[in-house]
């Protein structure tokens, strides 16, 4: 079994920066890795960015590329969310969720695991 606990959301104005945090804790996937999804009102869920469980590999999706960064801090078993230039469309609850399977998760199904969501709202 793996548990994430994300933390980090608030409210912030157009163009600032947040860091959002999962730590993770249980059992651990030589092959898996961990990804944040978001879900804003009324959407469907969405892939942000997702990184391997040795933290050497990573992919962030297209429509925060740029702005958004992943990264882990092996020795706090903490996967971050780096969020900069921050815009009212990035207003969601953020995920973080556990894999088995880094190369093909993509997608919300792919992930067994889930924390239970951080609020991020973007608003002046």
């Known amino acids: 079994q793996v548990h994430l606990e994300e933390s980090g959301g608030s409210l912030v104005q157009p163009g600032a920066s947040l860091r959002l945090s999962c730590v993770l804790s249980?059992?651990?996937?030589?092959?898996?890795?961990v990804g944040w999804f978001r879900q804003a009102p009324g959407k469907e869920r969405e892939f942000v960015a997702k990184i391997n469980w040795t933290g050497q590999r990573t992919f962030v999706a297209d429509s925060v590329k740029g702005r958004f960064t992943i990264s882990r801090d092996n020795y706090r078993n903490t996967v971050y969310l780096q969020m900069d230039s921050l815009q009212p469309e990035d207003t969601a609850v953020y995920y973080c969720?556990?894999?088995?399977?880094?190369?093909?998760?993509?997608?919300?199904?792919?992930?067994?695991?889930w924390g239970q969501g951080t609020q991020v709202t973007v608003s002046s």
């Open positions: 969720a556990g894999t088995r399977d880094y190369t093909n998760s993509f997608a919300s199904q792919a992930y067994s695991y």
């Open positions: 249980g059992r651990q996937f030589s092959q898996g890795g």
